[in-house]
């Protein structure tokens, strides 16, 4: 039996326009990097949204990963983290990752 999938759930919130745009090539090959060390993909990143309940952010970003804890692993890899240091003063990131339902 294959394991569930892992996701990352990302929600952005860009606080700075400017430095957001001048980092964002740098931090998506750099992120794009990293996920495919831990065999990531992204099934959404950003694009069209509705908000229907709940806070609004500007990007969400949803990556997927084989396992639930590559999800986690990819999250705190140097890779990762250095990617994510690019947009520090940039933008406010809320992140979560879950576990997803068992193949039946």
Sequence with gaps: MSQA???LVAKVRV???SKYAAQA???G???AQAQAKYDGRALVKGGRHAALEGN???RNVILEFPSFDNAVAY???EDYQAAKALLQD???FEMVAVEGLAPQ
């Design 75 to 77: 999250f705190h890899s």
């Design 56 to 58: 609004v952010f500007e």
């Design 90 to 92: 940039a933008a406010e």
């Design 29 to 31: 090959k750099a992120t």
């Design 25 to 27: 090539p740098a931090y």
């Design 5 to 7: 999938k892992g996701y």
């Design 15 to 17: 606080t700075d326009a």
